[in-house]
Nanobody, 119 residues
Framework: VQLQASGGGSVQAGGSLRLSCAAS????????IGWFRQAPGKEREGVSC????????TYGSSVRGRFTISIDNAKNTVHLQMNSLKPEDSAVYYC?????????????WGQGTLVTVSS
């Protein structure tokens, strides 16, 4: 399994960015792909996750209502639309794939993509 993350960048507070995570070589019948982030000096935290089979989603409390996760099953690609960005959203964002559902272990991480939000 390989994950390719893209879409990070710099934006001013209130702006938007869209992250993408393309999965290849997936052999699971079903899976969840989640986004996590890690800011300097902080632990990695879960941001959002989506399950391939039914599109079930989860969101962290700090991003709910501002971020939207979606999946393009034909392309095995998950998108994270991030709106109303705040400086505290600045972090390295990682995607990870979990066999079966979003509550399973992370089998593979993608490379990180940096998001910087300036005030």
């Amino acid at each position: 399994v390989q994950l390719q993350a893209s879409g990070g960048g710099s934006v001013q507070a209130g702006g938007s960015l869209r992250l993408s995570c393309a999965a290849s070589g997936v052999t699971f019948d079903d899976y969840g792909i989640g986004w996590f982030r890690q800011a300097p000096g902080k632990e990695r935290e879960g941001v959002s996750c989506i399950r391939r089979s039914d599109g079930a989603t989860t969101y962290g409390s700090s991003v709910r209502g501002r971020f939207t996760i979606s999946i393009d099953n034909a392309k095995n690609t998950v998108h994270l639309q991030m709106n109303s960005l705040k400086p505290e959203d600045s972090a390295v964002y990682y995607c990870g794939i979990s066999p079966g559902n979003c509550q399973s272990y992370i089998k593979k991480w993608g490379q990180g993509t940096l998001v910087t939000v300036s005030s």
